[in-house]
């Protein structure tokens, strides 16, 4: 017999811009320094590479409309051209984003070329650096949220989903990031409640780069997924601020009480509806901040892409789920819209016939005036009449 799927209403798009640098013999390359710069959005490319998503949020972007530099690419420099960003194709799977991170990588490999080590995390940065206190490039993996609730939202009520991806995403996700470069990049950047509106919904700018492997990316976006699609509506915003009201967000800047408060946070994610249909992509990490490790694997950002890999059975039962669930929601949504505009119509019978019937009413009583008021009838014969008996 065939399993029916339930349809989800709240379902919620996942989009990201995540970034990543390089160094070479131990020195930080800025981005445009390795990737020359008719390579990059003048329009005429025709290479893979493009504006940052800032810049295609603001409407800055110099490329033409049927450039491949142009929204779709999914591989670039970001703003300020020190790092590179990747733009995946936002979907309502989250494996999918995966999959077209996994492609932008290999994009990237092979413009960049060897001879460069890669970093993702919270900063670029060789050991020598950080040892000297020399800085860095900050990075980020910005993760955003698309969903018909979530367009122009006011700002008290954006505060308040922050206040919720803060406790829910923030905390797993910075708990298993080292802890120097996690204070050099929120110096400026990666602070909580960074959260901004976009045309699709928002922009959740907290966390760190979670490049540095496919374990950790698809962690992350399953995670986000997740979360997304428990704060479509007000209730259920309202549930989720409800049971971590009494729980303090800890300061950015102490690790320690960041990593005590993410216990809690991630048995409250577990208990999320949905989360046990991602549960085998995010517990990774889960278990990697239970256990107190950090989230960079042997051998580097590069070999993990090449190495790790989804199964192939994982992905097609994920795209087929989320295929039929898709097509049952939107089944859902046009019988909902039918049945509205039919319980309008009736509604407006209904308005016009009570209008008609007080109308009558009024007439009635009216008539009635008008005949007491012939045989002489005002109310205070009935005074007297009762007078005299």
């Known amino acids: 017999m065939k399993r029916k799927i339930k349809p989800n209403l709240n379902q919620v798009t996942i989009g990201a811009d995540p970034e990543f640098g390089v160094l070479q013999g131990g020195q930080i390359v800025e981005a445009s320094d390795v990737l020359s710069e008719d390579e990059f959005c003048d329009g005429e490319c025709g290479g893979d590479c493009g504006c940052d998503q800032e810049t295609i949020d603001n409407g800055d972007c110099d490329c033409s409309t049927d450039c491949e530099c142009s929204y779709h690419t999914t591989f670039g420099l970001d703003g300020s051209h020190s790092v590179f960003e990747l733009r995946p194709k936002p979907s309502l799977n989250p494996m999918l984003v995966y999959e077209s991170v996994h492609g932008a990588l290999k994009t990237a490999q092979r413009m960049i070329g060897k001879g460069f080590t890669w970093q993702a995390g919270s900063l670029v940065a060789s050991a020598r650096d950080i040892a000297k206190d020399n800085g860095g490039f900050p990075i980020g993996g910005h993760v955003h949220f698309g969903h018909e609730s979530f367009r122009n939202m006011p700002s008290n009520t954006l505060n308040l989903v922050s206040v919720i991806l803060d406790y829910y995403l923030g905390l797993p996700v910075v708990s298993v990031e080292d802890e120097v470069r996690d204070m050099e990049r929120t110096c400026d950047y990666g602070q909580w409640g960074d959260i901004r509106g976009q045309r699709h919904g928002f922009e959740y700018r907290t966390l760190p780069s979670w490049l ?27 549930r989720l601020l409800k049971a971590i009201d ?13 990593r005590l408060a993410a216990f809690e946070a991630r048995e409250l994610c577990r208990a999320l509806p949905g989360y046990k249909k991602y549960a085998k992509f995010i517990e990774p990490m889960f278990k990697l901040g239970e256990k107190g490790k950090l989230w960079y694997p042997e051998g580097g950002m590069q070999a993990a892409w090449r190495v790790s890999k989804v199964t192939a059975k994982e ?26 505009r039919e319980q309008a119509a ?3 019978i209904k308005h016009e016939q009570e209008l008609a019937l007080r109308r009558a009413r009024a007439q009635q009583q009216r008539e009635d005036a008008r005949r007491m008021a012939a045989v002489g009838f005002d109310g205070s014969n009935l005074l007297r009449i009762g007078e005299g008996s």
């Open 212 to 238: 540095v492997s496919p374990a950790m990316t698809l962690a992350v976006l399953s995670l986000a997924k997740v979360i997304g699609e428990n704060i479509v509506t007000p209730a259920q915003r309202s």
């Open 346 to 348: 009736a509604n407006a």
């Open 246 to 258: 009494s729980k303090p967000q800890p300061k950015r800047d102490n690790m320690k009480a960041i």
């Open 315 to 340: 992905k097609r039962e994920l795209i087929k789920a989320a295929a039929e669930e898709a097509k049952a929601a939107e089944r859902i949504r046009i019988r909902m819209e039918r049945e509205a």
